[in-house]
């Protein structure tokens, strides 16, 4: 196979040098690229609130709640 002039020493083709054009890659790359999905902030919010209401809850609870034994242990055990 025969070479064309000019062609036999590679460094002199530049790096640069592509039948693709850079505007097209970077829009072809964009458009390939997965999405960034945004995070959404009300499930974790509305987890928080979840949380906050019922330690307020079982806190009212505890210190609403008459007690479980009405008399003392100490008197009740044997001796």
Known sequence: MAHGAGWDDPSQMAMTDSALKPEETARIRALLAPR???ER???VLAAALLAA???LAFATAMILA???VS???VQSAPM
């Open 36 to 38: 960034r999905r945004k």
């Open 41 to 43: 902030m009300w499930p």
């Open 53 to 55: 209401l019922s330690a």
């Open 66 to 68: 008459p007690p479980v």
């Open 71 to 73: 008399h003392h242990v």
